[in-house]
Antibody
Framework: EVHLLESGGGSVQPGGSLRLSCAASGFTFNFYPMSWVRQAPGKGLEWVSTITGSDESTYYADSVKGRFAISRDNSKNTLYLQLNSLRAEDTAIYYC?????????????WGQGALVTVSS | SYILTQPPSLSVAPGKTATITCAGNNIGTKSVHWYQQKPGQAPVLVMFYDSDRPSGIPERFSGSNSGSTATLTISRVEAGDEADFYCQVWDGNSDHWVFGGGTKLTVL
């Protein structure tokens, strides 16, 4: 059974940094691209970033490019998102999501999310 | 960037059919995927590649995509179907994954 567990959320001041982690189990982690999707309070879903299984390619939404960095440690079955230069509008639940394979462009499993609050 | 437009809300009586639309420029040339999100829960994939259902999703859920509109249809709506529904595509021009704004389905 696929299981994704996010951690590392919390409260941070504007301009601060945070690192989210997503521990994966139940599948061969390095085979699959992985993504982060966020949801601001009371708002819809917003794709944030995706990384290929081999770590060769990364993709970012325009709203976070240059401030956030996605990475993965396939030896630890863990996905990361480094959040820098945080702004109030980055306040959201951040979901880790699995992509079902290379050249596939949807999310077949989601974690329960980690809340990031940016406030002074 | 590519934009997907969904109606913010839809109300349907139990046993009736809910039709949730997702509009986009020539969306019929793209693959559309749908997610259901119940309050306080993570999204769940309910339809992929326009009309394929993941295992465990009832046959009451179906999808189509043509021209400028993709549609998620839920037949014989039940109280447990009440949720927010999001459509999603991949924009190959920008290498961005794009979500619609979401439709809140209320079962009367």
């Amino acid at each position: 059974e696929v299981h994704l567990l996010e951690s590392g959320g919390g409260s941070v001041q504007p301009g601060g940094s945070l690192r989210l982690s997503c521990a994966a189990s139940g599948f061969t982690f390095n085979f699959y691209p992985m993504s982060w999707v966020r949801q601001a309070p009371g708002k819809g879903l917003e794709w944030v970033s995706t990384i290929t299984g081999s770590d060769e390619s990364t993709y970012y939404a325009d709203s976070v490019k240059g401030r956030f960095a996605i990475s993965r440690d396939n030896s630890k079955n863990t996905l990361y998102l480094q959040l820098n230069s945080l702004r109030a509008e980055d306040t959201a639940i951040y979901y880790c999501a699995k992509v079902p394979g290379a050249e596939k462009y949807y999310f077949d499993y989601w974690g329960q999310g980690a809340l990031v609050t940016v406030s002074s | 960037s590519y934009i997907l437009t969904q109606p913010p809300s839809l109300s349907v009586a139990p046993g009736k059919t809910a039709t949730i639309t997702c509009a986009g420029n020539n969306i019929g040339t793209k693959s559309v995927h749908w997610y259901q999100q119940k309050p306080g829960q993570a999204p769940v994939l309910v339809m992929f590649y326009d009309s394929d259902r993941p295992s465990g999703i009832p046959e009451r859920f179906s999808g189509s995509n043509s021209g400028s509109t993709a549609t998620l249809t839920i037949s014989r709506v039940e109280a447990g179907d009440e949720a927010d529904f999001y459509c999603q595509v991949w924009d190959g021009n920008s290498d961005h994954w794009v979500f619609g704004g979401g439709t809140k389905l209320t079962v009367l």
